[in-house]
Each structure stands twice: as C-alpha cells, then as structure tokens.
C-alpha cells in the first residue's frame, strides 16, 4: 500500500482546516491533499474509495483516521497547480478549458442571453464542471480531488427536519439533528455572515433585492450559511484579499477562499499519513476477487485530454462507492447488467430525482438594479416550503456579469414526487436514465406560485431569453442530482450493499430524489453517521 510523507506544513493545514479554522493562508491549504503516489496495477490496499466529493471524503477521513491505509480513486485531476496565467481555475466570464470536462465548447447552466447562444469554444481538458448529458436532462458534477465542492456554491443548510424525517424515515433524526448534522458542518468548516456587513455590502445588493422583493410579496426569507470564507469576502470587498468570488469565480472553481473538501476533510485525511490519491483514474468494473476475498477494481489512467494511457486492476478487501448519485448508479446497474455483481438488489438504478430543481430569472426595473459587482457565494433564500400546494425553497442566485443588467435568478428546490430509473443499454454498453421531459412540471408550478406572485407585486416579468429563445424555466439540467441507490432499500440502513459483504455506498445516492434545501449537508452527515457504524462492526 503506497503511503505518503507529509510535511509538517501540510499536516498542520489539514488539522486547522478541519477544525473550521480559517485564517490559514489557501496556498497552505491547497498543498494538503495534493496527491501520492497513484495505485499501480496488483497492488492490494485495505480499502478503496471510488470519487472524492463528499461520501468520498468523509469516507477516507474516518478511515485513515481509524488505522486504516485507505486509496482514494477519483477520475478528475487534482486541481493543485496553476495554469500559465497563474490560476488553478479560470473564471466564469474568461472560460478556458479547465472550465469544462471533455468537450469543445463550454456547456453552461445560463446558456442564452437575449435569445443568442452564450457558449464558448475551448480546448477539450479534463475540466473542473461536468455536464453529464442524458434524454431529457443535463447532470452537472463537479470533476477533480473534491468532487462537486470544487465548483458549488458552497450553501451549507441542513433539511427541515420533519421533511429529513419524511424522505429518510428509517434514519434515527435524533442523532442526525444532535450529532451528524453538527459533525458534518464542523468538518466542512460551515460559517455564517456578519449581518451588519451584509447590510452594506455592494457585492450583495442582488441579495437585498431579492429578498425585499420576496418580502414584499409575502414570504420569508432566510440567510443561508456557505462553506466560503465570510472574513475572506469582507476582505476581497476591502481590496485585502485577491478576489475570487468578488472576481467572478465559482462553477469553474474558486481560486480563494472556499473550504472545499481538498482543503477540509480531505486535507485532514492526508494529514494522518494513511491516505494515497489516484487523480485522473476512473473506476471502470469492481467484481468478487477471484483468489481469496475482497474485489477486484479496475481503473483507466488518463491523461489531461481525456485519453486513456493505462488500465490497471488493483484489489481491496473493502470498496466504498463514493461516485456521486450518477457515477456510483451508473457503475453498478452497469456491473449487475454484466454479470459481475449480478445479485445486486432490483433496487439499484431506482428512485433518483433532481431535487426540484429550476431555474428562472426575471427582468426588475431601472429603478431597481441589483449592482454590477455580484458575489458568486449565494447567501439568502426563499422559504416557501410549508404552502401546501408546492413546497419551494428558492436560493437568490448571483448573476455575475461585471455590469448592470438587472437581473434577478434564482435556484428554486420545490417537492416534485417525480421519480426516474437507470438502465443499462445493451445497445450502447451505456446507461439510460428515464427521466421525462414532463417530469419537471410540478416543479415549475410550485416555483410559479412564488415568482408569479413577486413579478404582480413588484409589476415585473419573467426573463424568457437565458435558457433558449423564448424560454422562461431552466428545467432541463439538475444541480443536485439524488438517489439511484436509496438508503434501507438498495443497501442496508448504513449503505452496506448486502448480497456483497465489504462494498459500500456512500454519496447522494442514498437520498431517494430529494432534500428539500441544497444537499452536501445531508450527504455529508449520512456519509458519517454510516461510516461510523462500518467502522464499529465491519473492521473487528
Ligand atoms: P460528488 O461530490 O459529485 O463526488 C463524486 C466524485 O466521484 C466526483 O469527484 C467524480 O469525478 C468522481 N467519480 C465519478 N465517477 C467516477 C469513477 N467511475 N471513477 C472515479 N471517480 C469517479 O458526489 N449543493 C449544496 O449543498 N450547496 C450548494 O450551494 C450547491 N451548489 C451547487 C452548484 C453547482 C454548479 C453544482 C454542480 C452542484 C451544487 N451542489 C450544491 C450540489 C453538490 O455539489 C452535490 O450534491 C454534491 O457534490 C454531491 O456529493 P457526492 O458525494 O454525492
């Protein structure tokens, strides 16, 4: 098993990143889970981790934490080294191909602007934004060491919990809201804004406008916590700090001043000498070993445009798919179909949905605007969950164009019951995911009960020219995909996948569609209060 050295620079990082700490400075902090030495083929490791967002992390963490020399295999780069212009990421309006996982031209959530397409041409790299395309949606996933917190917004808010106790009723709430909910944004390093300096800072007049206006209309809005450092925002405001969401930074990565996981969970984990990164490695077949116990992974190496340059098969005597609710739905209906996990339960492939998701924008008055310096960090949403004839909780997107355009967007979760299955095609060797078109409409009619309701009170309307020509709702692509692999049904109630002793699931896949807020709180507390339990009976 590959171990790596660690500088004391690194293991301190890792320690106080953990610790919610963040005052150290982001270059010590991007050097903690930068990778070792890459798994080569025949080795053996205790166990393996497939995906490094937030099953993945918290996964290692606790396993290297335990003892346990643990290999994290994850098919993005690790985003560590700067480009010529001396940046990891590029920026959202400079989109370069870092932006982009494996295509020519970007493919953005926003793709329209008065009627005529916004996409750019760029040189195919392995990017940091995955658009996973299937029949009636698009999936967007983060690619790199960190998985989906390297591109999020970073919103860090904990389901309702009458609404966790709905989706996850078999789940003890008790000790999710006292203790994994609080662990869980302990490790991401959760903090909250100075409200004061919220109040006047020109970098959120799209927020405070926003939320009047809602206000206005009748509903409550709520200020959400992010994993972005607030002090480090004040900064950029001030001109003491390089700017990053200040500086149009955020779907394509930020440069500074977000905890994301290479910097928290990740870092801490690297920092107990016991974990061993395979970036650029995408797990292909995991199957029984057929000499003794445990599994057989094999991975393909690529390179930075995305060809392959080595296969290798490695065994562990545990794997943890941490793949995200597409990646780990895919690999195992894929390894069901072809007959190397062939007793996996029907279950698998079932229940995934999009978490409501829509997006919308609408068109405020001159006498309104909503400044022309926006921070990508959204701080505030819409709570209208308790209407009964369509929950939505509405996050107050930025729209960072460098210019007034007044503008309002939002990132509306509403409660769709819609429900969709992965197959695998015997046509293509490829997965299908039978999501409708239609599927998304009770999304639209409860995000249409709130902003129908703000454009009467405010006299405004819809934009209809950023999703396509003449096209009001972003409905066909999903921020937070969920389920594939439900929890207590595909796998046992801690994500063991039990016709398969030692193979685990633990990323969105486990939440059946739906969370009611943005969801790498509830991943990440589930990941824990899960591998916990492993840990205590499957490692004696
Ligand atoms: P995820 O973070 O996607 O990690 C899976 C990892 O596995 C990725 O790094 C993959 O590259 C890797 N992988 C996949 N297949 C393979 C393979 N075969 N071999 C090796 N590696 C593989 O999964 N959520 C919030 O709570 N708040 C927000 O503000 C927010 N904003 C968002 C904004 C955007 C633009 C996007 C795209 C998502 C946002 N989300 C937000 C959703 C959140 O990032 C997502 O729910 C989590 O990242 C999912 O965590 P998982 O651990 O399931």
Known sequence: MPERSLSRRQFLSGTAALAGTLTASSLFLKAAAAPARALESGDRVPALVVGSGYGGAVTALRLTQAGIPTALVEMGRSWTTPGSDGNVFCTMLAPDGR???LRTRTDQPVSYFLGAPYNRSITRYTGVLDCEHFAATRVYQGRGVGGGSLVNGGMAVVPRRPYFEEILPQVDADAMYGV????????????????????SASCYRYARVGAQQ???????????????????????LAGTAPRSALAGEV????????????KTYLAAAAATGRLSISPLHQVTAVQPAVIGSGYTVEMS?????????????VTADKVFLAAGSVGTSKLLVTMRATGRLPDLS????????????????????????????????PVQGIDNWDDPGGPCFAEISPFPAGTELWISLYLAITKNPN?????????????????????????????????DR?????????????????????????????????????????????????????????????????????????????IENVLANDFA
């Open 180 to 199: 994994y909910f609080p662990r869980a944004n302990a490790g991401l390093g959760t903090n909250t804004m100075d409200q004061a300096w919220y109040e």
């Open 99 to 101: 932006s982009t996982w």
């Open 251 to 262: 779907i394509y990565g930020n440069n500074h001043g977000k905890q994301s996981l290479d």
């Open 301 to 313: 190496q690529l390179d930075t445009a995305g060809n392959v340059i080595a296969r290798k098969t």
């Open 346 to 377: 029907a279950a698998v492939g079932q229940e995934w949905g999009n978490n409501g998701n829509v997006m919308v924008g609408r068109a405020n008055h001159l006498w309104s605007p909503t400044g022309s310096l926006q921070s990508c960090i």
């Open 419 to 451: 429900r969709a299955a992965f197959t695998y095609n015997t046509g293509t060797g490829g997965v299908d995911l039978s999501w409708q078109p239609s599927f998304t409409a009770p999304s639209i009619a409860a995000a249409e009960r709130v902003f």
């Open 454 to 530: 703000i454009n009467a009170a405010e006299g405004t309307v819809y934009r209809s020219d950023l999703f396509g020509v003449h096209k009001t709702w972003g409905d066909d692509f999903v921020y937070h995909p969920l389920g594939g692999c439900v929890l207590g049904k595909a796998t046992d109630p801690y994500g063991r996948l039990p016709e398969y002793p030692g193979l685990y699931v633990t990323d969105g896949s486990l939440i059946p569609g739906s969370t009611g807020v943005n969801p790498f709180v509830t991943i990440t507390a589930l990941a824990e209060r899960n």
């Open 214 to 236: 809602a206000q206005d209309a009748g509903f409550r809005t709520v200020s959400v916590p992010n994993v972005y450092s607030f002090p480090h925002l004040r900064d950029e």
